[in-house]
């Protein structure tokens, strides 16, 4: 075992690994955490908390996930490359460890004019960071743990032990280049990698089968991501406008037929295509999980943790397996 | 600091532009001339109005500038680049329109020249050589005295060259010219019968022989003696001195060049109908100008071709006609003259007076026993390098050692003349000094070049009809009016005149190249504009980040330099807006239209020479409101600049907002140049707008 | 070259509407071909900023003029004696001429008059774009010739990141994404096996983050150091 981390256990056990997502408040309400943790918790074995992301404040993410797991969620603390030099990204790690945080996402992070899309004010003029990048940023996690060395080369007496994860975008252009770019996280030290959202299953399938045939699937634990779609407008945005995100017509249509059986009724416009939007994951789910190279799937239902129990269930993967400390 | 020092470098206009231009190529109808006038210059001046400037261009070089204006044989219209396009320009119409223009402030001008040298010199000869060396020596200080035979100054122009061509008034302006200087004339003084050579070389510090051809040719014909049978150049003194004489009813005139013309033509005039000519030459082979004879056949006067005197018929001693024999050929196969006969073929054509007018000679015989050597076929022996004859001070000029030729070339000799005297009575070397008029020339239109400029047709010249002008000698040609005047102006491509770079400035930024519409620059280390390519549009030099570029000819600057006074004091307490307007002066000169009072006039040679700092300028002179009008895309003389022009009164209108100024004080407007005052109703329209918007004010 | 664009005049006004001479001092290379700072744009400021002066009421005289380079002493030497006739210096030269003029103007201020933003190429007329960044430690070679520094939003050494969209960064839509280009190229290259290889984290001493940076030629400076040394303080040769 690398960390110990309850996710690392269920996905060396064999059994289809689930983990969700937990936004952190844009105020300093830990109330707000803990409640997602409650809400969380028993139907995913990680949730990532993530590192403010699209670029806005919120409470770290180191935090963040110190507040869920005091309340027994374990956490996936996610690192960006925006906000911290190599200086700071590690003596953070060295904290989170010390904090008992075991896992931990790399990403580049969203730049900083991105400000939640536009919808908030977000810094913009911030100065980016960037020092390192993420696939450099896996590496210095897996020398930190494995041969107990920072960056620069000075010694670590006690190593943090993470289960080292990256994000990947199988879908993203130019596509060729994604099972190159899988394959450098996983060279650099990837134990677990959690993907963008999945809705074209197709397309998704044609990729992990080059994953599989270069063997990555064995060399990492590949989590499949589902975005819990609320809306038929919120799959159009995604599909139009999120980076590397296709969603085929057929599942647009599905929940504007959704909507448009509720007449004029908004709220029951919104009741039908949430619940719409649940089904829809778990089909998803299902689809997912028959994948060949597949070890779980990241389910993020952004804004709206509470459908995660019913989401998990409904998908036959309750209750999660539990192991003895 | 650099705009002050800037202006200071540059002189006035012509100074500065004179200066540049001798480091350039000239434009070919400048080298075409025999004096070199400046063409392009002078005919830019007249488009926009500046007519003063265009007369000091061409006086500073001929001073036979009226008689050129309306008799020269204008060698720049053959050279102008415009023939591959369409037509040349009508230079000498212009020239006299300008000349007309600017005669009162010609007259005004003129003035006596200071003797400041000790020294005379005696001129034998008042023809354009003899004139144009007086006006230069008296103009470098010389006491200048001229000797004439005839009664009047100007050699063949006042005694030969008949005044339904060259009126005796316009010749009086260039003569008057010379005399204002204090040129001492002695007329009906000949040399060698009322003074001798011996005593002008005891009077004078130098002598300088112009005595032109003045005696005519005769024919070696049985005949030839005895009354009915005249000489041209005596002919056309008794014209010219008004001595008319009795010709009878039918003139039968020898010879195809274009003082046969004169002498046919004036017998005309003299109330002959029946006036003839005959020529060893076809049609096409004639010496005379193509133009001389057209609108002699349009006088009724008919031409035998290709006939060669033989003997004169007469009835007792009256001329009944001349025999004439079929001429073969008239050049041999090196195009040297040299006529073959028929001598089988034979005829008379009918006359009562034969004038004969085959060439003329010198009359040299007044330098017999001076130390003036003349050869074996009396002909002056001198060296053309110095101007001087074998006589140590003196020299000659003109056709008397040229041989026959044009007015102009005759003054060209003169300037020679003047500046060899001058350095011998320095006591400096002569050789190599004197001006030579051969320069280096701008190419012929690259033909993608020609191919981008657009077809306008010459203006044409009103001449009187036949039958009207056949009855006297009033002058048969009238000059333009403005309007048509100031089109022909237009179609000048401004050749050489377009732009130079200062590869000190240039910092081959490439600019120019992707502007000019032509493809002139060329950049490598620095931009380098290719003049035959130029067109002088001016597109380049306002677009220059580095003011690298400068126009030879109006240079962009000088509306900026010029701009407060064009506007003036701006009163706080006027009652109309201040309106500067950009004028383009296609077609139009500045007096061709009249704008109203409130409308300052900048005259522009293109609107794509309007840079963004001029609209500044005129701004900051105080301009309430600043117009760029401009002629349609269809009439614009350069193709596809419109754009550019716009893009730049945009950037302007950004500027002067970013001085909270409204964006409607700036407009580009376009009006038919077509139009008979095409500007002023844009421009009023305008006024009243800003009017409307209210007057500048400052704390 | 350098690329800037011109302040507002609002701006530049509130730096010099305390001064009496003012003289806008172009600079005839970069900053010139991307029109923010030559000859002419000198010229074009020294004006508005008259009328504007006159608009107030303030009575300041402003001049223009400019010299080649403002970023090498020879050629603002033979004006230096101008320049010390007015009491402000609007430079239009980039940043370097700014400072370089300022060191050497004693009392007298020399205040920017163009924001300099990169260095970069004219990709058409009116078009300036980054294109290096500088960084002192080129590694153009691994990614077939396209800056990752300079062009990707995110500085990425092992790019792309997920917010790759159509070509595009995540940034904006107008803005191409270093890292497709670089697949595209390195494709195109037969290069493409190359990306494989793990870049890692970059020494950014030799980039802006090592502190103020300086290019010495040995050869030449060991030269002036020696011709310095054998002239006397009278400027002879010893
Ligand atoms: C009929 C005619 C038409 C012409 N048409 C044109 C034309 O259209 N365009 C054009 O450009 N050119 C024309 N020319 C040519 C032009 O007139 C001559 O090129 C020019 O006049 C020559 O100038 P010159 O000064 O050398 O001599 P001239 O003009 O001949 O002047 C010489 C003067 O010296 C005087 N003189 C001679 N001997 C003595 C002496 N011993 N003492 C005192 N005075 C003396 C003569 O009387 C004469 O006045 C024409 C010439 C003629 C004859
Ligand atoms: S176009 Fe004008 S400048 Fe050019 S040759 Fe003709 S007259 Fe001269
Ligand atoms: S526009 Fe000016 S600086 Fe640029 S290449 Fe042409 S002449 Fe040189
Ligand atoms: S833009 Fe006009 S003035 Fe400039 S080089 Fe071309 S033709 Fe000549």
Known sequence: MKSGSNLEKVILSGQPAVTAELGPPMSADGHEVIKKAKELKGFCDAANITDCQTAVVRISSIAAAVLALREGLEPVMQMTCRDRNRIAIQADLLGAAALGLKNCLCLAGDHQVFSAAGRLKGHPGAKNVYDVDTCQLVGILKKMRDEGLQEGGDKLEVAPKFFIGASWTPMGDPIDIRPMNLLKKVNAGADFIQTQGIYDIELFRAQMAKIVNMGLHERTAILGGIIVPKSAMMLKYMDSSVAGVSVPKALIDRMNKAKEAAGDDKKKARELQEAEGIKLSIELIHQVLETPGIKGVHIQAIEWESAIEGIVKAAGLYPRPAFAE | ?699 | MIVGSQKSIDEIWDMIKGFKKVLVFGCNTCVAICHAGGEKEAETIATLLRMRAAQEGKDIAVDFSSVMRHCEPEYFEPVMEDLKKYDLILSTACGVGVNFLSDRTGTIPVYPGVNTSFYGAVESPGNFVELCAGCGNCILHLTGGICPIARCSKTLMNGPCGGTNKGKCEISKDVDCAWYLIVERMKKLGTLEKLAEIQPARNWSTSRDGGPRRVSLEHIRAYEEKEAANTDSAGGKK
Not at chain 2, 15 to 22: D, H, I, N, P, Y
Not at chain 2, 152 to 158: D, Q, Y
Not at chain 2, 339 to 363: K, L, S, W
Not at chain 2, 368 to 387: A, E, H
Request: aromatic share 6%; hydrophobic share 40%.
């Open chain 2, 1 to 699: 600091m650099a705009a002050e020092s800037a202006i200071k470098m540059k002189g006035t206009h012509l100074q500065r532009v004179a200066a540049l231009k001798e480091t350039r190529p000239y434009s070919p109808c400048r080298a075409a001339c025999p004096v070199n006038t400046d063409v392009q210059a002078y005919v830019g001046l007249i488009a926009q109005g500046r007519y003063n400037e265009a007369f000091e261009v061409i006086r500073s070089v001929n001073p036979v500038a009226s008689v050129c204006s309306l008799i020269c044989h204008h060698p720049c219209e053959r050279a102008c680049r415009r023939c591959s396009i369409d037509e040349p320009l009508a230079v000498r119409p212009l020239k006299r329109f300008a000349l007309e223009q600017a005669s009162e402030y010609r007259r005004d001008r003129r003035a006596l020249v200071e003797k400041t040298r000790d020294r005379s010199i005696g001129i034998i000869g008042s023809g354009p050589a003899g004139l144009t060396a007086a006006n230069d020596l008296a103009d470098l200080g010389y006491k200048v005295t001229v000797y004439d035979r005839h009664p009047a100054l100007g050699g063949m122009l006042v005694s030969a060259i008949p005044a339904y061509r060259l009126p005796r008034e316009a010749l009086k302006e260039d003569i008057d010219d010379v005399i204002a200087k204090g040129v001492e004339v002695k007329t009906n003084c000949e040399i060698g019968r009322d003074i001798s050579m011996k005593e002008l070389s005891e009077k004078h510090d130098a002598i300088l022989i112009a005595v032109g051809l003045s005696l005519s040719r005769s024919l070696n014909i049985p005949g030839v003696e005895g009354p009915g049978v005249m000489l041209a150049i005596p002919f056309l003194e008794d014209v010219a001195f008004d001595r008319k004489p009795d010709l009878g009813k039918k003139v039968l005139v020898i010879g195809g060049g274009n003082v046969a013309m004169d002498v046919a033509r004036s017998a005309r005039r003299l109330g002959v109908k029946n006036v003839e000519m005959v020529c060893l030459e076809g049609p096409d082979e004639m010496p005379a100008w193509k133009w001389e004879v057209e609108e002699a056949t349009e006088e009724d006067i008919k031409i035998h071709h290709r006939w060669g005197p033989k003997s004169v018929v007469r009835e007792g001693a009256k001329v009944k006609g001349l025999e004439v024999v079929k001429v073969l050929s008239v050049f041999d196969s090196e195009r040297r003259f040299s006529p073959t006969f028929d001598q089988n073929q034979t005829t008379v054509i009918g006359a009562d007076t034969i004038i004969i007018t085959i060439g003329q000679m010198a009359n040299v015989s007044f330098l017999k026993d001076t130390q003036v050597r003349i050869d074996d076929r009396g002909r002056v022996v001198w060296d053309p390098k110095t101007q001087m004859t074998g006589a140590k001070g003196v020299f000659v000029s003109g056709e008397v050692v040229t041989g026959p030729g044009a007015a102009i070339q005759a003054a060209a000799s003169g300037h020679r003349s003047a500046l060899a005297i001058h350095l011998y009575l320095q006591g400096e070397s002569i050789e190599g000094k004197l001006p030579t008029y051969e320069k280096e020339k701008i190419s012929d239109m690259p033909a993608d070049v020609a191919s981008k400029i657009g077809r306008e047709p010459r203006m044409k010249l009103r001449h009187l009809p036949p039958k009207v002008r056949c009855e006297s000698f009033v002058q048969f040609e009238s000059g333009y009016d403005e309007k048509t005047a100031l089109t022909e102006a237009g179609r000048c491509r401004g050749c050489g005149g377009g732009a130079v770079v200062d590869a000190k400035k240039c910092m081959a930024c490439l600019t120019c190249q992707r502007v000019c519409p032509y493809g002139a620059p060329v950049v490598s280390a620095w931009s380098e504009i290719r003049p035959e390519f130029c067109q002088a549009c001016g597109l380049c030099a306002p677009e220059c980040p580095g003011q690298a570029i400068s126009m030879v000819s109006y240079d962009v600057r000088e509306i900026r330099d010029t701009m407060a006074s064009i506007v003036g004091a701006v009163e706080p307490k006027r009652p109309d807006p201040v309106i500067v307007a950009f004028l383009c002066m296609r077609h139009m000169g500045t007096s061709g239209f009249s704008l109203p009072d409130n409308v300052r006039k900048v005259p522009v040679h293109c609107t794509s020479r309007i840079d963004i700092i001029d609209i500044l300028k005129a701004f900051e002179c105080g301009a309430d409101g600043v117009a760029v009008v401009r002629c349609s895309t269809e009439t614009c003389k350069y193709k596809g600049i419109e754009d550019r022009v716009s893009a730049r009164v945009d950037r302007a209108k950004q500027l002067i907002g970013m001085l909270g100024m409204e964006a409607g004080r700036l407009e580009i407007m376009n009006s038919d140049s077509g139009a008979e005052n095409p500007y002023s109703g844009v421009c009023a329209g305008f006024s009243g707008k800003i009017k409307q918007m209210g007057l500048r004010t400052n704390k």
